[in-house]
């Protein structure tokens, strides 16, 4: 298990670092994270690597008892790097250039950009290979993140048109028909005539935006795949990670197919941020956290917690007294195994000044340090039971290219993918039920129930997986706007909703209509569900049930012969169709009777108190978790505000 801290000593005066390291034990810490945004100090001059720095740094920390984490310093590109290939910057959609100056300024079709983070790396990893106290490297640093996902420059639109020539065999006549680009007089005479989708009148056609997205994710899947294979060429003991930021599903990349070149995936968790008036809601950091662990589908790193307030220009949100410690026992509740605090001492220079740290510039240890070294203290007794792997007999499904599609064409101005995911998460993390968040190519066996909230992109082979799922005694929950569209974004002639599905769950979807309201009409239950009654909105599917129970009906004028909510038993297995969105007790109702009849048990606790199992028989604990600001009581025990407790079982 490691414990640390991020930590920058280049920013200080060299002086500083023995006190800093044995501040660092003090706190009962034993790695530190270094050197992800150094590359001018390893390179000042182009060809002339200079690693002296770090060699003290790293001898420090051998001195002291302290591991380290390593980072390949390419998300910062040096000034004079960008002054000899100003190529090598990305470009905003209007078409000016990024300016350096900032972080991940560069462009990942740059030929430049391959070349200069090849000979960086193969010179930083060849001088450390095989160096003991290197535990792991970081490649890169948070890729995707604040808007560098995007970019418009001649070198990505030239890269586009030949990703578009492999994909479709260099036949033009075939992009056109399958685009249908006849609308709007769209047609190409050559690869070399398709534009970037960048900002038009109306809109572009959005088989060519699903493309563009899936060329903007291979773009940065292959950078990294690049960095990951290099570091291994160079030194093939070495451990590579990633640090992946917040808001995976809304990027314009496939994090679970970064996580394939990756020995380790990390995650900076920032419950809160500036501008934020208060922290994110408990499950929906929950959510975050089983969303990391799922792109590899093991346990995972924090490589960022945060103690203090955070934000760049906009001071954040001061977590509580205990409040931070506790969103670290709650990554550990979900899969981390090991965590690092951002950032030893708060900056007094740059764009990070407001990123409050451990300790603030002051250098003075206060409640923040005594928290860590309490928490550090505590959580390192349970080493094994954090290394365990997490079981979950729910999982909830994403697919990349269904987020891209309602990214292109929203449909209602209230959707937003991640948030219904995390609505249906909710009913789960309430009753204190693991779950599982997965791309869609993950294996569905061993799972009970298996979520797939608005898959529009319908896909045989998922289909088929989906299926015997169902076929081997699995519950299949299958929301509206799911199964609408095929790969390329377009909706198929001659099928019906949902196309493919419509023998599993027993439902055909009459006409559709988007609502702009979350509850925009009344719901009522049938069956076993009679007198429940509850809202609907966002959008909603009229279903006629052809083979399949009804549970709910739409209870507004006009529509009260379509179901909303539907059941259908198939083989050994169960299918549910969630015509709308449906309002949190709706929903919480039928997951509930989805978990009954999974024979899947929940642990009832107060609202805002969170309680995980991790472990295995070597050793097994029980994590209370109290989110709450006041005081609660769980069975026998009395948990202060934001208070935690670890029990051996």
């Not at 922290?279 to 929950?286: R, S």
């Not at 969303?291 to 760049?312: C, D, P, V």
């Not at 007294?321 to 670290?328: D, F």
């Amino acid at each position: 298990m490691w414990l640390g801290v991020d930590y920058y000593p280049e920013q200080w005066d060299p002086a500083l670092m023995e006190a800093d390291m044995d501040t660092i034990r003090e706190m009962g810490g034993n790695v530190i994270r270094i050197a992800e945004f150094s590359w001018h100090l390893m390179e000042k001059v182009e060809g002339q690597y200079d690693f002296s720095f770090f060699d003290g740094v790293i001898a420090k920390a051998k001195e002291k008892g302290l591991k380290v984490i390593m980072g390949t310093p390419t998300a910062t590109i040096p000034a004079w790097l960008a002054k000899k290939h100003p190529s090598i910057l990305s470009q905003f959609e209007n078409g000016q250039k990024r300016t350096f100056g900032g972080r991940h300024v560069y462009c990942f079709n740059s030929p430049e950009m391959y070349e200069y983070s090849e000979k960086i790396i193969r010179a930083l990893v060849g001088h450390y290979r095989g160096e003991k106290q290197i535990v792991a490297w970081q490649i890169d640093n948070e890729i995707g993140h604040e808007g560098s996902d995007l970019c418009w420059c001649p070198q990505c639109q030239k890269a586009f048109q030949s990703f578009l020539s492999e994909k479709f065999g260099g036949d033009i006549d075939k992009l056109n028909d399958t685009y249908g680009t006849t609308f709007w007089s769209q047609e190409y005479n050559s690869f070399e005539e398709i534009p970037l989708p960048a900002e038009t009148i109306t809109t572009h056609n959005p088989a060519l935006r699903l493309d563009w997205e899936r060329f903007r994710s291979l773009s940065i899947c292959r950078f990294m795949d690049f960095q990951a294979h290099l570091v291994h060429e160079v030194d093939p003991q070495a451990v590579v990670m990633h640090d992946f930021p917040g808001g995976g599903l809304d990027k314009h990349v496939d994090y679970s197919q970064v996580a394939k070149s990756l020995d380790v995936v990390a995650y900076n968790n920032y419950p809160v941020w500036g501008g934020q008036k208060v922290p994110i809601p408990p499950h929906e950091i929950a959510f975050g956290l089983d969303y990391i662990r799922g792109l590899s589908r093991k346990n995972f790193w924090i490589t960022e917690a945060i103690m203090g307030a955070q934000g760049h220009d906009v001071t954040g949100f001061l977590p509580r007294p205990n409040q931070a410690k506790m969103w670290s026992y709650q990554g550990m509740a979900h899969g981390c195994n090991s965590m690092m605090y951002f950032r030893y001492r708060g900056a007094t220079k740059g764009a990070e000044q407001f990123c409050y740290g451990v300790l603030d510039a002051d250098n003075v240890k206060g409640r923040k340090f005594y928290e860590v070294q309490s928490f550090f203290r505590d959580i390192s007794q349970y080493a094994q039971a954090m290394d365990a792997p997490i079981h979950s007999d729910v999982a909830i499904v994403y697919d990349y290219d269904s987020l891209a599609s309602f990214r292109i064409q929203r449909q209602s101005i209230l959707l937003d993918c991640a948030g219904e995911m995390k609505k249906l998460y909710k009913a789960f993390y309430d009753g204190n039920i693991p779950v599982d968040v997965i791309p869609a190519e993950a294996d569905l066996s061993g799972y009970k129930v298996v979520l797939l909230p608005q898959l529009i992109i319908t896909k045989p082979e998922f289909r088929t997986k989906a299926e015997a799922f169902v076929q081997n005694g699995g519950t299949l929950v299958l929301t509206y706007r799911n199964a609408v569209k095929d790969a390329d974004n377009n909706i198929p002639v001659g099928e019906i909703v949902p196309v493919g599905y419509t023998g599993l769950t027993g439902v055909t979807v009459t006409e559709t209509e988007s609502l702009q309201d979350l509850n925009a009409f009344p719901v009522e239950g049938q069956g076993a569900f009679a007198g429940s009654q509850g809202f609907g909105g966002i959008f909603r599917d009229m279903l006629e049930a052809r083979d399949a129970e009804v549970l709910y009906r739409y209870a507004d004028t006009f529509y009260t012969k379509f179901a909303a909510v539907t059941r259908r038993k198939q083989g050994a297995g169960t299918v549910y169709y969630l015509g709308c969105a449906l309002d949190e007790g709706t929903t919480a109702k039928l997951m509930g009777t989805i978990l009954a009849d999974n024979q899947i048990e929940t642990t009832p606790s107060e609202d805002g108190v969170e309680i995980m199992i991790r472990g295995s028989a070597e050793q097994k604990v029980r994590m209370l978790i109290n989110h709450n600001d006041h005081e609660v009581h769980f069975q026998n025990k009395t948990l202060p505000p934001f208070g935690c407790t670890v029990e051996l079982l």
